[in-house]
């Protein structure tokens, strides 16, 4: 028999235990911060708030706030930010609400295929924007980039909007 010793086989595995419980925390926290970065859009810059509300034919309030936002590389014109920020919009969004009443949106422009009238519906959602696009306009506008003239616009409800809320 051998006299010679064993090499330490035990810790050989927690070692190999311990970099994979290593590699999959920092691959779930790397993952994590890239999903935060991309939804974000860190890239773009809100340049307008416009700020709507109107009362439903339930007679609730109803309210929104909209974030128009442009990337850096192709910013909104300062005239044309002042310009909307200045607007008077304290009847839009009455005149939104009554345009997307009577004009919803087609089943084709809508993410689901279930009836209007259906709790889970989108056409609510794609109605009030179609008629938030027709009622808020932006002067056109251009920007010089390396790769040419460039125009690029954004909007994002804010949290607690519920102007589509009274169309379903």
């Given at each position: 028999m051998s006299s010679e010793p064993r090499p330490p086989v035990r810790s050989r595995r927690r070692t190999g235990w311990l970099v994979a419980v290593i590699a999959v925390?920092?691959?779930?926290?790397?993952?994590?911060?890239?999903?935060?970065?991309?939804?974000r859009r860190g890239d773009l810059?809100?340049?307008?708030?416009?700020?709507?509300?109107?009362?439903?034919?339930?007679?609730?309030?109803?309210?929104?706030?909209?974030?128009?936002r442009t990337p850096h590389r192709a910013p909104m014109p300062p005239e044309i930010a002042e310009e909307m920020n200045d607007r008077d919009w304290s009847q839009t969004g009455q005149l939104i609400y009554e345009w997307a009443k009577t004009h919803p949106a087609e089943s084709w422009s809508t993410e689901d295929?279930?009836?209007?009238?259906?709790?889970?519906?989108?056409?609510?959602?794609?109605?009030?924007?179609?008629?938030?696009?027709?009622f808020i306009t932006f002067p056109p506008w251009t920007i010089e980039t390396a790769e040419g003239p460039e125009y690029a616009l954004w909007w994002e409800a804010r949290r607690g909007s519920d102007c589509e809320d009274g169309l379903r």
């Open positions: 925390v920092v691959a779930a926290v790397l993952l994590v911060a890239a999903a935060w970065v991309l939804g810059v809100t340049n307008v708030t416009i700020a709507l509300s109107y009362v439903g034919d339930d007679g609730r309030t109803y309210s929104c706030t909209y974030d128009y295929e279930l009836p209007a009238d259906d709790p889970g519906s989108t056409r609510a959602d794609s109605s009030w924007a179609l008629a938030l696009d027709r």
